[in-house]
């Protein structure tokens, strides 16, 4: 029987915890995935990751471009070959580009394989687009989109992560909205976690929901209702203010306008004249206002405390006052920049990697964009609704916009609408299934790549195992439009340099 062999990978699902990992691989084939402490003892995966063997060797995984032949969303597709499948989609971007210009073309999707320096679904599309000629873009993103915006407008900048190691000097850890069990938030944390509880630290989970994470690595769970996580900080920050818990000399010292804040919060500078009472919060976010009360006066007095929210808390109207009053809250505790503290920005992806070259993206003077929020609305009204540009092709790579926007009827009509539509996907999605031409893609296990991290550090992922017969990667499937479309590598070599350049950049053509 053939030796088992451990080869090194990263898992680069959109977690961005960024684990490192072991295929096991006999005789070409992987057989499990496993961890590889290679860093620190606290790093592991999740099953999410272990479970991408199942992926790879799924029975449905597609390994045939498809072309539509009945309705959209019937599933009624036919088998075609790479040449027609590849033709018919250069053809049709061609023939948009010429009748509408290329902004009629939208891109979507991205967060597939969102992490490799050149295998990043996002980055490899938005740059085949670009030397395309442009397209309509997507800003910002699903997950984020409150944080990465306020952020910057607050501390100067996003990256304002934690290195979950420092949470061993933590008197008091506070998960606002973290699911951290189920969602990660970094490849160490949950350990760190676990060892912070061993060590007796106290860790209050704060979630509507009794999660695994206010289960098991919680030693209170406070709930409160979906959407009113603000409400709930402001009583916080009012019982620090009223109780005298406030860092006042750390406050004046590394922040501005905090006095301004102070005023909204006892009610002598806002537009309603109303204090942010742990009673007046009750009635909100129904957490109790006496426990509001402990929770703020075991927050204050517990220096150093780390407050680490999750995504969760932006992903409401007005998220982004969530965003900020986290912030404000480390900023009014003297808790922002301390070993043990936090700065009460998202947690997790915003530490400075070490630096990497990476696919790079032209930027275009003038380039219709609309946040991803929108992009259905975006199709479904047109210029005449506001829009930048009136679409009428979509281009989605990595990503199930159908079903990951929450209205799945008016995303449906979006597709419904479009004259053109092409994926890349490892399944037949709801997306995929909207789609004229469907090309198969390969997988993170049958490509090597560096991974970017939500921590310090990057990690190699080797192939560990070729790609599935009929697969190819997306760097593969945008390399060959862009020679049929006119500005591949091939194409360009064609031009400067004749037929021996020509062969030879056929000979170096890559299918990674
Ligand atoms: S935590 Fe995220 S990066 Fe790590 S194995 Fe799970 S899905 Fe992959």
Not at 83 to 106: S, T, W
Not at 212 to 237: E, F, N, Y
């Amino acid at each position: 029987m053939p030796a088992e062999v451990a080869i090194p990978i990263a898992c680069n699902k959109d977690c961005i915890g960024g684990c490192p990992l072991l295929a096991y691989v006999r005789d070409g084939r992987v057989t499990r995935i496993g961890n590889n402490r290679v860093g620190s003892p606290y790093m592991s995966g999740c099953a999410k990751g272990f479970q991408a063997v199942k992926t790879l060797y799924a029975p449905d995984r597609l390994t045939a471009p498809l072309l539509r032949t009945g309705p959209r969303c019937s599933g009624s597709f036919k088998q075609v070959s790479w040449p027609e499948a590849l033709d018919l989609v250069a053809g049709q971007l061609a023939d948009i580009k010429a009748r509408y210009g290329a902004e009629a073309v939208m891109r979507l999707g991205g967060s597939g394989s969102c992490r490799g320096a050149l295998h990043n679904t996002r980055s490899l599309a938005s740059r085949f687009l670009a030397m395309f000629g442009g397209c309509t873009e997507l800003t910002s993103g699903y997950s984020n989109g409150a944080a990465l915006f306020v952020t910057p407008f607050v501390l100067g900048t996003f990256n304002a992560g934690i290195d979950a190691g420092t949470l061993q000097f933590s008197n008091l850890i506070i998960l606002w909205g973290a699911n951290i069990s189920d969602c990660r938030l970094g490849s160490e944390m949950e350990a760190r976690l676990l060892e912070a509880k061993r060590r007796g630290t106290p860790i209050i989970a704060i979630d509507p929901r009794r999660t695994a994470t206010a289960s098991h690595l919680g030693t209170q769970w406070i709930p409160v209702r979906p959407g009113t996580d603000s409400a709930l900080m402001m009583a916080v920050l009012y019982v620090l203010i009223t109780e005298d818990l406030v860092d006042a000399a750390f406050a004046a010292r590394y922040s501005a306008g905090f006095d301004g804040l102070v005023q909204r919060i006892l009610g002598g500078d806002g537009p309603d004249g109303v204090a942010r009472t742990p009673a007046w919060a009750e009635r909100i976010c129904g957490t109790p206002a006496e426990t509001i009360v402990a929770l703020a006066r075991q927050y204050g007095r517990a220096k150093p405390a780390a407050l680490l929210p999750g995504l969760s808390i932006q992903r409401t109207i007005g998220g982004e006052d969530a965003i900020r009053m986290a912030i404000a809250l480390q900023v009014a505790t003297g808790n922002l920049g301390q070993p043990g503290g936090s700065s009460g920005a998202f947690a997790q992806g915003t530490l400075p990697p070490p630096r990497v070259g990476s696919i790079g993206v032209p930027v275009l003077a003038a380039q219709p964009a609309v946040p991803t929020y929108r992009w259905a609305d975006a199709i479904l009204g047109g210029q005449a609704g506001g829009y930048p540009s009136d679409i009428k092709a979509i281009y989605n790579v990595g990503g199930n916009y159908v079903s990951q926007g929450s209205d799945v009827h008016k995303n449906m009509r979006a597709f419904e609408q479009v004259e053109f539509s092409v994926c890349h996907d490892l399944f037949l999605t709801p997306t995929a299934r909207y789609c004229d031409v469907v090309l198969p893609v390969s997988t993170s296990l049958e490509r090597q790549d560096i991974i970017f991290t939500s921590g310090n550090y990057l990690l190699f992922s080797n192939r560990a195992t070729k790609p599935l017969p009929g697969t190819r990667t997306d760097y593969a499937i945008l390399a060959e439009l862009a020679a049929r479309l006119g500005f591949g590598r091939v194409h360009r070599r064609q031009r400067r340099g004749g037929l021996a350049a020509q062969l030879r950049g056929r000979l170096r053509n890559p299918r990674l």
